[in-house]
């Protein structure tokens, strides 16, 4: 028996300016990070974010190692984040010496909420990694009013929300840093790439040097400080420049995508469906993601396989950080338990969700998804 083609789970779109763009890459020789595209790229995406200025890295994990470095943050100080996010969160805060602590997610949006990381503030908390979840904003405003109320500054790790907006604003607009990240399941690719945005100047210089190996002006291989080569080519860019100018129409895209989903999904009994819209945002589905409610009598694991069977590619959600084995091989969040972010973890999986989708493809996915709960 063969089996059906399977339906990716991204598929990308590459088909406005991009091999205009990289032809004049290769017809020029700027191929590295010192070609044109990697300045006008973080001149454009920046002023899109409405931001001053951005500092174009080599994907979204290290614009977070740059942006933690940045903020001077060491051994001792606080980091609150959410437990449920990829591990290059977790990843930035250690390898500084700093200290993650971890927040549940709300049941319905995901996303970290303000009462628990006011309950998690102390003396020693220095910064709040805000992390936005698969195509929904964070509620802002509670979470930064706490923060202005005890002066700390926030890391907006944003690389799933390109071209969202929260009450209007656009997201990537509100970290004294910001990250993005520009993989190809993303609304925007370069690829591999990533974007730190900040308005202030000390900070922005502070990341381009980080991402520079703090080479100097004057006595180039004479370094005070210890960066890493985080830079961006000119190749990359140049894809930026021309995903960026779509982004628009990319945000629209996902959003029918998004919605023709929740058509054809929503009389499926046992199924919890993203949320199409909060007071403060639209969806714009970074990723269309199923939870399977308790009466489902099997879990994502389970349902990832069926779907595989009938040709259908998906993902697993986020495992919590403070499940990850080796945080607890270390006894770090020893005891600690988080029940929304762990039933997430083992009820929840996200479906084809690429730009580059089918109609019919939507159809078809949706159709098997149907399937298994006839
Ligand atoms: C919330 C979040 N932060 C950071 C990253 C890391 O970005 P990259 O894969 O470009 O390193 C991702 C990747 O998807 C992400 O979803």
């Known amino acids: ?25 290769i017809e020029s020789g700027w191929i590295s990070s010192e070609g044109p595209f990697v300045r006008q790229f973080e001149e454009q995406f920046a002023a899109r974010m409405g931001r001053k200025h951005g500092i174009a890295v080599s994907n979204g994990s290290v614009a977070l190692d740059a942006a933690v470095s940045a903020f001077g943050l060491g051994p001792g100080d606080e980091v609150i984040m959410p ?84 009450k209007g604003r656009p997201c990537g607009g509100f970290g004294e840093i910001s990250t993005f990240s520009f993989y190809p399941n993303k609304h925007v690719t370069t690829g591999e790439g990533g974007m730190i945005l900040t308005d202030d100047e000390g900070l ?5 040097s980080l991402r520079n190996l703090c080479f100097q002006t004057k006595k180039r291989f004479v370094h005070e400080d210890l960066g890493w080569n985080f830079r961006m080519s000119n190749l990359q860019a140049a894809l930026g420049v021309a995903q960026l100018e779509r982004l628009d129409e990319f945000v629209a895209r996902k959003r029918s995508m998004g919605k023709l989903y929740t058509r054809l999904l929503a009389d499926v009994p046992g199924l919890q469906l993203p949320l199409s819209s909060v007071e403060y945002a639209e969806n714009i589905y970074w ?88």
Request: proline share 5%; hydrophobic share 45%.
């Open 204 to 208: 922005a210089a502070k990341c381009r």
């Open 287 to 374: 990723v269309y993601g199923l939870l399977l409610q308790e009466q489902v009598a099997f879990d994502a694991e389970e349902a990832m396989r069926r779907l595989r069977a009938l040709g259908v590619e998906t993902r697993p959600f986020f495992w919590p950080m403070h499940e990850q084995p080796v945080f607890r091989r270390s006894g770090l969040f020893a005891g600690e338990c988080y029940p929304v972010a762990e039933r997430l973890a083992r009820r929840g999986f996200y479906l084809p969700s690429g730009l580059g989708i089918s109609e019919a493809q939507i159809r078809q996915v949706a159709a098997n998804v149907r399937s298994l709960f006839a």
């Open 1 to 25: 028996m063969s089996l059906p083609e399977l339906i990716p789970v991204n598929q990308v779109v590459l088909d406005g300016n991009e091999k205009k763009y990289l032809n004049q890459c």
């Open 83 to 166: 437990t449920f996010t990829i591990i290059s969160c977790a990843a930035a805060i250690l390898r500084a010496g700093a200290v993650p602590v971890l927040v549940d997610s709300d049941a319905t949006t995901w996303n970290m909420q303000a009462q628990q990381v006011r309950d998690r503030l102390t003396s020693r908390t220095k910064a709040i990694m805000l992390v936005h979840i698969f195509g929904l904003p964070v509620d802002l405003d509670p979470i930064l009013s706490l923060a202005a109320e005890h002066g700390i500054p926030i890391l907006e790790d944003a690389a799933e929300m390109h071209g969202q907006t929260y």
